[in-house]
């Protein structure tokens, strides 16, 4: 069996848990089960509408967003499923702010609750740049199940990856 590398630091018995969905060929079907809702999010002007909406819903007085796109580049294996960026400007005498945040590309057919979970997650890095207490409390409050939605997530990468290495 090889590593689960998305779940490394959870306990053993929650390992064995997946390994044994994983080893039944169950651990897809659970996840479609629980997440059936396909999100309709589909081109990056459409990323940027859905980025900007939750956004003004939950951080209006941050920077504005200066560009949201897909990005195939953006690479799963190295844990980095989105990116956010901050360009500083000078205009003149005035210094100007513009943040980027780049979605990895397999979230072009997550689930909606994983896409949500991904854009809260940089979202979230507005505000604050490390992880810790108060950059997972905003997640929390822009989406109550944030840590279940983590954890769902690193199951669909855990199975996604499986499934590659069947092939």
């Not at 929650?14 to 897809?28: C, E, M, P, T, Y």
């Not at 504005?64 to 499923?81: E, R, S």
């Not at 980027?100 to 507005?126: C, G, N, T, Y």
């Not at 905003?138 to 669909?156: A, G, I």
Request: with cysteine.
């Amino acid at each position: 069996m090889e590593p689960l590398k998305y779940l490394t630091g959870y306990p053993p018995h929650v390992l064995a848990k997946v390994q044994a969905l994983i080893v039944s060929g169950r651990l897809g079907t659970t996840l479609a089960e629980k997440y059936v809702e396909p999100h309709t999010v589909r081109n990056d002007g459409q990323l940027y509408d859905y980025v900007a909406e939750l956004k003004d819903r939950h951080l209006r007085k941050s920077v504005p967003l200066g560009k949201v796109i897909y990005d195939g580049k953006l690479q799963v294996m190295k844990h980095a499923l989105g990116t956010h960026t901050s360009i500083s400007r000078v205009q003149g005498s005035k210094l100007k702010a513009s943040r980027e945040i780049r979605i990895a590309s397999v979230f072009r057919d997550a689930p909606a609750e994983f896409l949500k979970m991904i854009v809260v997650h940089e979202l979230a890095h507005l505000k604050e740049t490390e992880h810790n207490k108060p950059f997972y409390r905003l997640c929390t409050h822009m989406e109550p199940d944030y840590h279940q939605l983590e954890f769902d997530l690193r199951l669909y990468l855990t199975h996604l990856d499986a499934s590659n290495h069947q092939d």
